[in-house]
């Protein structure tokens, strides 16, 4: 650490002040050249009151005269500091200067907006001299704690890192080897850290970030953990955890000059110890001293008792569960309860039915909703990847949400982040037109359009992902099939046969491979990950126009309304919802095409079979009076098949068959019967993609 | 530590729990961490498009499972059902999924403590066509010729032929599909 370089420098940059010829900004280029110099020699603590200095200098409310003076009584404090190895002394400095250290940026910004009209020289130098140092400023003024959701947020989470930062350190007083409780406390405050700088909180980012320094060494065992080093990084989550404390309190970090002192020490600590591995027992005291007498515990109460009243809680996954496989036992058992009661023929009887009946379907819309979360919120998050991809490819792009309150059960929301990354990925590549002025020749906006929607429909939730580009390039997909041998060369397709093309493995028409898309692996997985949600995806081309792709989920995934058919022994169950109608043997319409039979369904006729013949099992025992014929909707059109019979509706809960039978693609599930029987659910739309195929 | 006490220790160490139980006059074993529970009557659900040795699915306290007829899956002579089965429920992890199944057999003897020294993997055997069989061993104890099972082989083999069952049942459809007959 050699010191001759930094001395000069200082005596260079004091002279400097004294002088009149010397621009406040180029004291600022200065300060910032020592910044870095302090850094370079491990003089962090130095470093950061001479940054804070340089940067707020220029707005520093006053006269260049007393921002000069201000700056000459920085210069003799950090020789000081340099020279005898003593913490930054505080006592007594400039006003000016302690205006400089402290201020945080929104304030900042507020001087700056109000000099700029007073002093316009001042306000057109920075721009040539240190332009990026303005744009620095920048930043720093616009993401502060002003955002109330965004500090919540934070202080939320803060909470929780510290928390774990804690019990982790404690873990390692006893098992100082134990590598994974480096790791965490590491991954904690490398958090804290980055959500501090994000919110303009500085001091305790760069404590963070000499905290993280430190454990970096701490966890490659270039640093041993003595209690020394346990010591530092516990004063430091102290400090951490005071400074949360206030700023709940006060909702902005604290301007006063004191509450820059501790991290300074803090940080001298931590620095002296990363580079020497001990440090001088001194430096604990002047710490000590800073502490305003709080014990840890009281800090840890003020934490608790401080926090804002809880709107949310966060429950374990697993139980979450549990409980909601309980209330469709409840569910159940409450069917049978119902069945039992009708049976007694008494008013009393029906009445306590009916209102069981109420409260337990209540229990159960509570309970289903309770893991339904907004689909907004994962919609969020692609706003940020359109801005950088289409930035990227140059293709101005704004992206539209509808219906971001949509509802939908937490696990199927995290199943279609990779899908609808990737469909978005696809517009922004493939869909939409290559350069600005093709759009401009297509007679559409420069700015491309990608929106997303998402609408409860009929029991299902679907997601349309549009955008108003291209539009698939038939001729394309046809002759790129045929080059890979999909199909073969002269086999007629028709348009939506071309589109289907897409889905198959291994297919893209890129010329390269883009690490965005057009590797090929793309639509099918795409298509298999929907289709393990239990949900469908259609696309609808318009060539020239654009292109909409169209998902659609189940809603809940364990809880439906069923109608209980029986095919010979067997019980299977469509869900209710699919149901459009059930017609009578009786009352079909049947007409015959060829060794089809189709039966009239209002205005038009639908092909019937036979659900044995869909699963592929011997038929069942038709009863005398003729089988029952149901009109489903799946994969957006109408069916018709027959049943030997049809028992009923109910609830029914739908439970796993297991990864043994994860081959019966066709079964959403099993469902427990009266009797202690097992039906099988039907789930309509594997079904039928698989005989269609 | 006397050489005694240390005799003792190692021995322990080396000695695997297995379950024992009969099959058509044969013992088996299969590790202990793979029984979760023995059940005596079921009355499962058969499912369609399953191969023949897959009895059905049981509600086992909420949850559903597939019953095996360990009789027909080894392709040995099957009894009359005289309520005196067994039925053992396996549950194993594999490729980071939960697996459960109930195999019937015919008696479930005992637990049985085996020396590590006493049993011989599969390999060594050349003439047991293994893989179907799913075995993963044989034990030499006091007591007799144990085969050990091998949960993860006999789950795998399960799912195998499941799949393939319905994929050759799968209807090869020489009329029009579905689609095309739709007249609006």
């Keep these: ?693 | 530590m006397d050489t005694e006490q240390l005799h003792a220790t190692t021995s322990t160490a080396s000695m695997i729990p297995h379950l024992v139980f009969k099959l058509d006059g044969s013992e088996y074993a299969i590790h202990v961490k793979h029984v979760r529970e023995i059940i005596t009557s079921v009355n499962p659900s058969t499912v369609p498009g399953a191969p023949d040795y897959l009895m059905g699915v049981i509600n086992l306290r909420g949850k559903i499972l597939p019953m095996v007829d360990m009789r027909k899956r080894f392709d040995l002579p099957v009894l009359e059902d005289d309520g005196r089965d067994c039925f053992i429920v396996l549950t194993l992890e594999h490729d980071n999924q939960c697996y459960e199944l109930g195999i019937r057999v015919d008696a479930v003897c005992e637990v049985q403590r085996i020396p590590e020294s006493c049993i011989d993997s599969i390999s060594d055997l050349s003439n047991y066509s293994s893989q179907r069989l799913s075995f993963q061993g044989v034990a030499k104890t006091a007591s007799g010729i144990k085969m050990i099972v091998d949960s993860t082989q006999l789950v795998e083999q399960l799912r195998s032929d499941v799949r393939l069952k319905l994929q050759s049942s799968a209807p090869s459809n020489p009329q029009p599909s579905i689609e095309e007959l739709c007249l609006s």
């Design chain 1, 1 to 693: 650490m050699s010191q001759s370089p930094i001395i000069e420098t200082i005596h260079t940059l004091a002279e400097a002040t004294l002088g009149q010829t010397v621009a406040i900004e180029q004291l600022s280029e200065l300060l910032l050249t020592l910044t870095e110099e302090l850094e370079a020699n491990s003089f962090a603590a130095l470093a950061f009151v001479a940054e804070a200095a340089a940067k707020n200098c220029l707005y520093c409310p006053g006269d260049d005269e007393t921002k000069r003076t201000a700056l000459f009584d920085l210069c003799e404090r950090l020789l000081n500091a340099v020279i005898s190895t003593e913490p930054f002394n505080f006592g007594g400095i400039h006003p000016d200067l302690q205006w400089m250290l402290v201020t945080p940026p929104d304030q900042v910004a507020a001087t700056f907006n109000t000099e700029a009209a007073e002093v316009p020289e001042a306000a057109a130098k920075p721009a040539e001299v240190s332009g990026s140092e303005h744009a620095d400023s920048n930043e720093l003024m616009n993401c502060q704690c002003s955002d109330p959701e965004l500090l919540d947020e934070f202080l939320t989470e803060a909470d929780e890192h510290l928390d774990q930062a804690e019990q982790l350190i404690l873990a390692l007083e006893t098992d100082p080897q134990d590598k994974e409780a480096i790791n965490g406390v590491f991954r904690a405050v490398h958090s804290l850290k980055g959500s501090s700088g994000i919110l303009g909180l500085t001091p305790l980012a760069k404590l963070s970030h000499v905290a993280e320094s430190m454990l970096v060494r701490l966890r490659d065992g270039a640093l041993a953990l003595t209690p020394d080093v346990l010591a530092a990084v516990l004063a430091s989550m102290d400090y951490l955890r005071r400074q949360i404390v206030s700023i709940r309190q006060t909702r902005q970090p604290s301007g006063a000059l004191e509450c820059l002192i501790a991290p300074l020490v803090l940080i001298e600590i931590l620095e002296t110890l990363t580079q020497k591995g001990t440090c001088d027992r001194n430096l604990f005291d002047h710490l000590r001293q800073e502490e305003s007498g709080e014990s840890v515990a009281d800090v840890v109460v003020k934490t608790t008792s401080t926090a804002p009243k809880q709107e949310s809680l966060r429950v374990d996954c697993k139980r979450l569960q549990q409980l909601i496989d309980l209330i469709g036992e409840l569910v159940i058992t409450e069917s049978a309860v119902a069945q039992e009661l009708a049976k007694q023929d008494s008013l009393t009887a029906s009445s306590v039915s009916t209102r069981l009946r109420k409260v337990v379907r209540d229990v159960q819309q509570l309970s289903l909703g309770l893991k339904m979360v907004p689909v907004g919120a994962i919609l969020q998050k692609m706003n940020r990847m359109v801005r950088d991809v289409s930035a990227q490819l140059g293709k101005p792009c704004r992206f539209v949400i509808e219906g971001a309150d949509t509802e939908v059960d937490k696990t199927l929301l995290e199943g279609l982040a990779d899908p609808l990354v990737h469909l978005i990925r696809n517009s922004l590549d493939h869909g939409i037109e290559p350069s600005v002025s093709d759009r401009i020749a297509a007679g559409k906006p420069e700015t491309a359009t990608i929106r997303v929607s998402a609408e409860h429909r009929a029991g299902s939730i679907v997601i349309t992902i549009s955008d108003d580009g291209r539009g698939l390039n038939r001729e394309r997909i046809y002759s790129r099939a045929i080059e890979k041998g999909i199909i073969a060369a002269n086999l007629k397709l028709t348009n939506a046969d071309i589109d289907q093309l897409i889905f198959k493995p291994g297919f893209s028409t890129a010329a390269t491979v883009s690490d965005i898309s057009g590797r090929g692996v793309g639509m099918d997985v795409v298509r298999k990950n929907v289709e393990n949600l239990r949900g469908t995806i259609a696309v609808h081309s318009n060539p020239g126009k654009g292109m909409d792709i169209v998902l659609e989920l189940p809603l809940t995934l364990s809880i439906i309304d069923g109608t209980v058919t029986k095919v010979g022994d067997r019980s299977y169950i469509i869900p209710t919802l699919a149901v459009i109608e059930q017609i009578q043997a009786s009352n079909m319409e049947l007409i015959t095409q060829g060794q089809r039979k189709l039966v009239r369904f209002r205005d038009s006729y639908i092909p019937l079979t036979r659900l044995s013949e869909l699963l592929n099992i011997e038929p069942g025992h038709p009863p005398k009076h003729g089988e029952v014929c149901l009109v489903v909707q799946a994969c957006q059109k109408q069916w018709a098949f027959l049943v030997d019979r049809v028992l009923g509706q109910q609830s029914i809960v739908i439970k796993p068959l297991g990864g043994v039978l994860d081959a019966f693609e066709h079964f959403a599930g099993g469902a427990l019967l009266a009797g202690g029987e097992i039906g099988f659910v039907i789930e309509l739309n594997t079904l039928f993609t698989n005989a269609m195929r």
